[in-house]
């Protein structure tokens, strides 16, 4: 069975940064792209970044460009999404979801960041 | 940029076809997928380039992609049908990713 588990949301003030997680087990994470979606309260979904394989082919929405990184350990099975220079419009659930061609197959449960001061 | 456009909402009877729409420039040329979410939930994948079902995905849910629209039918539609439905493509120029701005499906 495919898991994605994500962690590491929570309350963080503007400007500040947040790292989160996503455990992936149940498929050959290793061999697969793998992305962040997010969606603000209320709201649509919204792709955030993608990763390929070895972590040479990255790209991300423009809004994210230079705050986020996404990475990866194939090791440890894990997704990252580091956010530096939060602002409140980067408040939403994030998701964790492998991304094998151009669609999102699996989803992981989502984490909750809430920028506020 | 590539933009998609859904109804805000559909509604429909239960044992009746919903049909929701997702419109975009030339969507017949590029593959369409969709997902269901409902409330609290995480979205789940019901249909893949444009007319797959994954599996465990009931054989209710089908598409179809052409033109400048794409729809995604529920046929004999049940009470759990109803959730929010987004369409998502890639789009080759930008290499991102773009989900149209969803459907509220209600059942009455």
């Known amino acids: 069975e495919v898991q994605l588990v994500e962690s590491g949301g929570g309350l963080v003030q503007p400007g500040g940064s947040l790292r989160l997680s996503c455990a992936a087990s149940?498929?050959?994470?290793?061999?697969?792209?793998m992305s962040w979606v997010r969606q603000a309260p209320g709201k649509g979904l919204e792709w955030v970044a993608k990763?390929?394989?070895?972590?040479?082919?990255?790209k991300y929405v423009d809004s994210v460009k230079g705050r986020f990184t996404i990475s990866r350990d194939n090791a440890e099975n894990s997704l990252y999404l580091q956010m530096n220079s939060l602002r409140a419009e980067d408040t939403a659930v994030y998701y964790c979801?492998?991304?094998?061609?151009?669609?999102?197959?699996?989803w992981g449960q989502g984490t909750l960041v809430t920028v506020s001061s | 940029s590539y933009v998609l456009t859904q109804p805000p909402s559909v509604s429909v009877a239960p044992g009746q076809t919903a049909r929701i729409t997702c419109g975009g420039s030339?969507?017949?040329?590029?593959?369409v997928h969709w997902y269901q979410q409902k409330p609290g939930q995480a979205p789940v994948l019901v249909v893949y380039?444009?007319?797959d079902r994954p599996s465990g995905i009931p054989e209710r849910f089908s598409g179809s992609n052409s033109g400048n629209t794409a729809t995604l039918t529920i046929s004999r539609v049940e009470a759990g049908d109803e959730a929010d439905f987004y369409c998502?493509?890639?789009?080759?120029?930008?290499?991102?990713?773009?989900f149209g701005g969803g459907t509220k499906l209600t059942v009455l």
């Open positions: 979801a492998s991304f094998p061609l151009y669609y999102f197959a699996y």
């Open positions: 149940g498929f050959t994470f290793s061999s697969s792209w």
């Open positions: 990763i390929n394989q070895d972590e040479s082919e990255v």
């Open positions: 030339d969507i017949g040329s590029k593959s």
């Open positions: 380039d444009d007319n």
């Open positions: 998502q493509v890639w789009d080759h120029n930008s290499d991102h990713v773009v």
